[in-house]
């Protein structure tokens, strides 16, 4: 495990709201249509963490919903599949066999998700057994009780115990941004999760709102772009929560492209948490084929 | 000397005036000092999506509160007669014409406020079978509906057409009549102060040789009610989701006369039937 770091470490420069609210205010405006659209849904596709978190989900709808990461539009085999399954850590071994043979990886959320208030040994247990179990992601929480407390040592320290127990599989640290209140904490919150070693930045559970806004993701990919130009470490960014249209979903490639460039317009270095998003981008993408507006009842609810 | 302040005639989607997200306006009467929002195919696609939560809304009530909902209609229209009757004349109804059809207006959202609860018992029915069940046929929506007014009357061409599917239960996204959109726009108006839910009851104004088509091929419309005679191009469209079409095809006398236009055989075509078996002890 990391040392632990001086406070000095966790300063970072005030965010400009006013800025950075505008900038993405304006690279939204961008009209993105016909093929090029076609093309961006594709890649939005490719990117999404396909995401069932609810006390009601059972292992029919897992493999339901991981049927659908496989083949999104069965009448159609040239949409990509979904990059991952993201579930609760007890479903991890139904994804894992539903998923066996294909590229779609599992993610679990785990650390007490979506609250995290459970003492550090439960976390961990947690994340080692999600992992046994074959998930190749795991989604944490951070400590926002901790952190606004202005306890940042106690965040950073359980970011780097939690990247040591995950081992191979790749962490995402959620920052649940919509708890956090300021962009100066969002922007502190994510120079410890870099620091720690995550290897993607998530903006939210999808519990709490706001969840993701193109602001807060303008802010952490601003972030990732500077540890990247720092160190030359490359840590993906993952949005999550309220992103519902295929028009929010072309927006956030937008901002990607534009702040970090097209080698993050990848799955291995974007995502988006969702679940409602991937039927929308269907549809426009049988609109975009056939020409006639669709009904959202053709297309299977998981 | 008050201030003249001209109106610019929006259209009325999910409960709320936007202009046309095309941006673009039309002058009907060649009055360029009449400008009405020009619906486009992405208006239509928003007037949808909009009618799909209103229809939720609205079959969701009960058929008693549709009735009240609907007699709240009438109430505002015969306030606001003396705006309905400029709008008319504006379109160019001579004012006696204007008067005329204003009252036919009244009497057949009266008439279709007081059916919204009968609905269910005229074409519902228990029905006797063989075993030991009660089994019972129930109607519900067909959901959305389209409608493409006629062009005259501007006023009760959309409303004879619209009234009927919201008895049943429907949502409907309307396109009014290109020549006088004037008191077909300003029925939303009348809406938006009846309690009749968002996106229950959506009016486009635009060129029905534009929308007409889009009307057909849009997926998520369940049925499309045309005034006249809908063209081979039209009924082709449709007949890729299924879509139910009918036409309303009557003389220009008829579309004036209320009692022509009050009928439960305009509510049929958009409902579905439904039949329960229930058992029972013998």
Redesign the interface.
Known sequence: MAASLSPVEFRVPPVDAVALETRAADLATRSIKKRAKVQGLCLAVSMMDLTTLEGMDSPGKVRQLCGKARRPLPTRPDVPPCAAVCVYPDLVPIAVEALRGSPVQVASVATGFPAGRTDRQTKLREVELAVAAGATEIDMVIDRGAFLAGRYGLVYDEICAVKEACGAAHLKVILETGELRTYDNMRRACRIALLAGADFLKTSTGKVTPASTLPTVLLLLEAVRDHFLETGRMVGVKAAGGIRTSKDALRYLVLVAETCGDLWLSPRWFRFGASSLLNDVLLQLEKERT????????FSAD | MPLPVPKTYKLFVGGKFPRSESGRAFQPAGNPRLNVARGSRKDLRDAVTAARAGLVAWSGSSAYLRGQVLYRLAEMLESRRAAMQAELRLGGATAAAARKELDTAIALSLWYAGLCDKVQSLLGSQNAVQGPFFNFSTVEPTGVVGVLAPEAPALVGTLALVLPLLAGGNAVVALVSEAAPFAGLALGEVCASSDVPAGAVNLLAGHRAELAGQFAAHRDIDGLLVAGRPDAALTQAAADNCKRVRCCDLTPADWTRAERLRSLAFVEPFVEVKTLWHPVSP
């Open positions: 020409g006639r507006y669709q009904r959202p009842a053709d």
